[in-house]
């Protein structure tokens, strides 16, 4: 149960961001809909850097949309490093949407995957891919973790959907706007339901450029929300 009155805070002011690692972001610049160019990158990791944020992984769309190729990726994340000359650790991975290019992709190997052996992936908010299930055991069989970004904000998902995920060890990666209703009340409802069923394993702020961060700071949650939110245990 969520008491019903209760002390809120301030996201930028709960420490929830001090000492964290972003596992979800769209900072690298001029490669997607987030950041455009890299000024506007770099003071965003200044204002990181005033919150405590620890490192972040930079996690630029791959989809039939927006057909990055990981050597360019690469080659962008290098430029972006070499501006940067502050404490946070930088990370390049990438957001797959489940689409045919990503099977194309996997199976060339031709992946930027997180944390070694992880990927992250999303699919469309409305409708799964053709055999989303099959889709996210060839990835395992590939030999990686699927990390599903978003979860609560697919709304074509049930508690059957969350269930099944889990069990067979699919990553569920909490967006922190979710925390403060950026997405509508549908989306904080299911992240609180995850939440409340130790369903999360990874936190990202999908954070797409500054205004976004300056909503995400000044959103306010629950005392007992910041509290569950700083257990999920991140791998
Ligand atoms: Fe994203």
Redesign the pocket.
Known sequence: MWPLFERKYKIGESGILNGYTDW???ILPGVDD?VRDIEKSLEILERYEGIGVKSVWL?P?IMEDIPNSTDHLRERFAELQNAYNGPIGLNLAS?NMLDVLFEERLSQNDLLPINGNHL?V?TSYIEPPMDLYGLLSRIKSAGYFPIL??PERYRYMSDEDYRQLVAMDVKLQM?LPSAIGMYGDEAHRRMKWLLKNGMYSFI?T?L?NGRMLGKLLDGKISSSLCKSIKNIETD
Request: glycine share 14%; aromatic share 0%.
């Open positions: 979800h972001s769209h987030g996690t769309h957001e992250l999303e970004a978003h967006n990202g999908d797409h």
